[in-house]
């Protein structure tokens, strides 16, 4: 299975849910698209739940990264929320976690927006 | 069982498409479950196989259809080698930026050998003869 994104509105924040395996095809092409369509209508503030995502490889943390300089230099933010510890390890390896703002609770990562 | 499991290799040539990285994935960790792998090291064999399946075909064969993936997996009483070749015009390592410094952490990609070292016990490439690169990762049961 690819990934699974649905978005819901929290406030000022949009939240995205994913649900699957971001790799390399299909699965990256959906996040990226979705990040795009929601900078380029104004959503500034996202929320990136991962949940429920099983697997991600390298061109998954690619789109991630991806999402991240496409939300910064619009203006925005983009973080993360609710790591599995595959998506944790991978994050800590690659030195990512430097970078990302991550939650483990909803509430409080839906609060740093503010 | 791992306990009645003595030795097992598999050599498969794969077409130059990414369904090969799901069919690698799948004789991996098929043998990996053989040698008693747990899940977690099950994850890693197959992070580390379809990261390196990936460059073989994105990067190395670069979609060819006419170059094939040289797989062989070698299994043994709690060891699991894994050898991948492309058929490309091979790399250095110096070729590959260091995903891991700070001017390059924005970048998209990169990260493919980083995790396939993080993930294996051993992970060392070679020139093919004629052409390409070949890896070779081993996983050990119960490394350190």
Redesign the interface.
């Known amino acids: 299975m690819s990934v699974t994104m649905s978005t819901r509105q929290v406030g000022d924040v949009t939240v995205i849910d994913a649900a699957g395996r971001i790799t390399l095809g299909e699965g990256s092409s959906a996040f990226r698209d979705t990040i795009k369509d929601l900078v380029t209508k104004g959503d500034k503030k996202i929320l990136l739940n991962l949940s429920e995502v099983t697997y991600i490889d390298s061109s998954g943390i690619g789109e991630l990264v991806s999402g991240f300089t496409t939300t910064s230099n619009a203006g925005g933010k983009l973080k993360l929320l609710g790591l599995t510890k595959r998506v944790h390890d991978l994050l800590q390896i690659t030195k990512l976690y430097t970078v990302f703002e991550v939650f483990d609770d909803e509430a409080a990562g839906l609060a740093s927006f503010s | 069982m791992a306990a009645s499991f003595e030795q097992q290799t598999q050599e498969l040539h794969l077409e130059s498409t ?1 369904d090969s ?1 799901d069919l690698a994935d799948q004789a991996a960790l098929e043998l990996a479950r053989k040698v008693g792998f747990d899940e977690d090291d099950q ?1 890693s064999i197959s ?1 580390a196989v ?2 390196c399946m ?1 460059n073989a075909i ?1 990067h190395g064969n670069k979609y060819n259809a006419r170059k094939k993936v040289y797989l062989k997996l070698e299994a043994a009483p709690g060891t699991l080698v894994v050898s991948i070749g492309d058929e490309g015009d091979g790399f250095k390592d110096n070729d590959v930026p260091d ?2 410094a700070q001017e390059n ?5 990169g ?2 050998l ?2 396939m070292r ?1 993930f294996m016990d051993e992970c060392e490439h070679v020139p093919r003869v004629p052409q390409g690169t070949l890896v070779r990762m081993v996983k050990r049961l119960n490394a350190a």
Not at chain 2, 105 to 109: A, F, N, W
């Open positions: 990414l990285v994850n992070m379809r990261e990936v994105a995903p891991l952490l924005l970048k998209q990609s990260r493919g980083l995790l993080a």
